[in-house]
């Protein structure tokens, strides 16, 4: 398959943004209940709701990013600037956890009130993710149509 710009744009939007959130997740394994972590990792405070289940469930992602999402992009990066079809299929499922996971915390902190609604936050913070991973989506979608 070729690669064109479109490809380089996605697979390294791709790396870049999967690549922070894995660094970040990485920090969450190490020090999880760390104030640093709480407020740049996590978002929120512990004593905004039941604090087991708070760090439970950021604990979770904080697992899942860099074991299992972190491999799945890089592996779908790689193989779409190789031009190889299972490249992009395999973009096409790393898309998922992008939109996906959005709808937890979309929900999570929305109706726990941890974050303050504020344009930066729903749109540049928490937008970014649901938009590249639909953009992704529907780019490998189109590609393993050709």
């Known amino acids: 398959m070729e690669v064109t710009a479109a490809t380089w744009i996605v697979a390294l939007v791709g790396l870049v943004l999967i ?7 990485l920090v969450a394994l190490l020090r999880p209940r760390a104030q640093w972590t709480i407020d740049n990792v996590y978002g929120g405070s512990p004593e905004d ?16 990013d860099p074991l299992l999402l ?6 779908a990066s790689i193989g779409m600037l190789r031009g190889d079809r299972w490249g992009f299929l395999l973009g096409l499922l790393a898309s998922v956890p992008f939109w996906y996971t959005a ?17 930066g936050y729903w749109v540049l913070t928490w937008g970014m993710w649901p938009v590249f991973g ?8 189109i590609r393993l149509l050709d």
Do not use: H, K, M
């Open 70 to 75: 972190v491999p799945l992009q890089v592996g």
């Open 103 to 119: 709808v937890f915390f979309y929900f999570w902190d929305r109706d726990l009130g941890i974050r303050r609604n504020s344009f």
């Open 49 to 64: 709701t039941d604090p087991a289940a708070y760090f439970a469930f950021n604990r979770a992602t904080a697992w899942a």
């Open 19 to 25: 690549g922070l959130l894995g660094s970040l997740q």
């Open 134 to 141: 639909i953009a992704e989506a529907i780019y490998c979608f």
